[in-house]
DNA sequence: CGTGTCTTTGATATGCTTCAAACCCAGTGG
DNA sequence: CCACTGGGTTTGAAGCATATCAAAGACACG
């Protein structure tokens, strides 16, 4: 099960001409021009979006310190292992994420996923150590940022605590969201949910929100909603047959999205 | 479906001789010996596994300032609705909680248990409302803890800080437990995984691991599991011929943790 | 061009839900 | 003291959504 090491430099996916999976609207800073571009907080699209959301000119500054190294993960490989003890948060800049845990006898069950923007390793804080899994499904890049520097800074700077105290907020948020999903919907309701959702995220990141490529397989998006992998893709035909979505492979137009949110009821 | 006004003070319930529902084993001060006694951080019996554990001595009595307020919530009221805005987080001292949201169609799904020393709210931070009703499932009481002043207090006080940040990773580590038990294990696993998970909390607290009282009706149950309240009862009757348990209405007796575990998966 | 991974689709099995009825116990009022 | 009521619980029988088993098809990659 061991994968290539974390440390290979794997350069992005050049995009296949055939599938133009994500369609940009605003113009962006590209995830990594070339290796060591040091490209920090100040000078980052995802500002807005990311953990220095907020902050003064000033304050971004010092963020950029802490943010200084980057860490390329490729697709496949771990980011960190459920046991690693807690060194960093990790801000994804591009790329996504799953997170895994063993259900207990072996079988691998998704429990997360993370978009560029989100801040990975919050559930760690408590115990001092990871719980879970990260793996990146496509070819990544996030900036390490040590977490006793970061808290220390945080002590200095009253906005960023405020922030990381939203963005842990926010993922019990989420979390709970998916537990409402989880616990009290049908399969078709928990998938119309789900692409949703990720329609939702990528649009705050200046995507288009109505054709995005799934970056995870049917099993992966089984586990995560609770189902099936061949309950996941009798669903994808049975949505796109009826006219809600066009589903092909893992490029996603969401056709209807009015009775999309109608399924999910309202 | 209005309840009895928040404010009501109503007397904790008498214990019933037939029903020593749960068993304390540290001695401890009670929950609220009368109405106005204030007990503050300083002198609570949960001081170390609450909000301030690890405080120093001056810092708790910074941390009484702060949460002189109680508040008591009799059995079915709220504590807060959705929608309500944020202006402080609760610290449970006494009773218990649930967290309900509107599953869509107007059922209510439980998400969420709180028990003694667990901080409710945290969830509006991002959005500076909250997105659940918060209920009482018995006679309560809970120390108001205005947020504004907490995060102030926290910025001279690290070790706030850090306790800060660990709760609310806690209650991250949590939901995303709960989630590999909605989206992974089958009815039984999940009341196994359950009856254990109280147990271990209850623990926590000084009450006796192996006997005690479950707070919620096998509807709310079922709702928190994702099942009906039909299987829960049934899964009850099963376990109890089983001799892994034993479960009286609302006692509960564990017999057989070993093999209570080894349900779950180890 | 062949190999392996992912996906689709069909047939069957099953675990949980749904519907229904009886029961238990506490509280209430006759 | 007793029936009466109502919420909560238990248990049974039937139905259904999703899992499981199985096999073929579609790409992607070397």
Redesign the pocket.
Known sequence: MSLASVTTIVRPTAK?PG?PALVPIRVCEAPAPRAAAAVSCSRCCLQNVCLPSGLAAQALLDMDELTRLKRRVAKGAVLYRSGDGLESLYALRGGSFKIVGLSRHGEQKVIGLHLPGEVMGLEAINGQRHGYDAIALEDSEVCVIPFGLLTKLSMRLPVLQQQLLRILSGDISRDQGLMLLLGGM???QRLAAFLLSLSRRYHRLGYAPLEFS?RM???EI?SYL?????????L??RLQKDGLIT????DIVLKDVARLREKVGH
């Open positions: 296949r599938a049908d399969a078709e799934l397989t049917r099993e089984g609770g189902l099936t992998l061949e309950t996941v893709s009798r994808f035909s589903a092909r492979h893992r």
